[in-house]
């Protein structure tokens, strides 16, 4: 008897294997920080919000870090295994690029600068005057992320479940293609530079994210 994982397509199974297990750990992360930990914190009091961001925060930036790269990691490798090209895993594999970008270029360089303001104020020191301005770059990233993984699910889903969007994207027409990925270009510029907007509460990230979905899906199917 032969066993499954030895045959041909294993190496692609595995691939998606750790894709899902990092992934979970990624985005499960994720919507905790902006559902659960954000809200704890506008209604903490000063000491249990220090005290979580020194011990509690750094612990799940691990994880969350490390499940945003092998997530990517893995994907790139799953769809060279694959040769995927369908236009709908492509606009999900680009959200979570940026996703990823955002995670390790964003984030995570400004909460380690929060991270050591609050251990400074902890321990007698000065808190860094430079912290405010690094929580609010990283929480605009954070919810960005959060408007992302919406449509992003939605389209890594989609390469199984709509044959429709499965057709390569070099098929793809111009006015297609320049809206659906225009559009997400702009919202990761307005992640670097712009403001939160609707998305500063979690029912409008919420919303937000569906739509965000709608158009994309729109623009692929109808232009």
Request: glycine letters at 8%; aromatic letters at 12%; a positive charge.
């Amino acid at each position: 008897m032969e066993l499954a994982l030895l045959q041909g397509n294993a190496i692609a199974f595995i691939f998606r294997w750790i894709h899902l297990l990092a992934g979970i750990a990624w985005i499960g992360l994720l919507w905790y920080f902006n559902f659960v930990q954000a809200e704890y914190f506008k209604e903490a009091e000063a000491s249990s919000k220090s005290d979580a961001i020194r011990k509690l925060v750094p612990r799940a930036l691990w994880w969350f870090r490390w499940g945003a790269m092998f997530t990517f990691i893995s994907g790139i490798a799953l769809l060279g295994a694959k040769h995927l090209t369908g236009y709908g895993i492509i606009v999900g594999a680009v959200l979570g690029t940026f996703m990823f970008l955002n995670v390790w270029l964003i984030i995570w360089p400004n909460q380690k600068v929060v991270i050591a303001s609050a251990e400074a104020a902890a321990t007698g020191g000065e808190p860094d005057p430079a912290a405010a301005t690094a929580l609010a770059k990283a929480g605009l990233a954070s919810r960005t992320n959060t408007l992302f993984s919406i449509p992003m699910l939605f389209f890594m889903a989609s390469s199984v479940h709509l044959a429709q969007l499965s057709t390569p994207v070099t098929s793809a027409g111009l006015l297609s293609l320049l809206v659906v990925f225009g559009i997400i270009l702009l919202l990761e510029i307005n992640a670097i530079v712009g403001k939160q907007g609707p998305m500063t509460s979690v029912k409008g990230v919420i919303h937000m994210g569906l739509l965000l979905t709608l158009v994309l899906y729109l623009g692929i199917e109808l232009l």
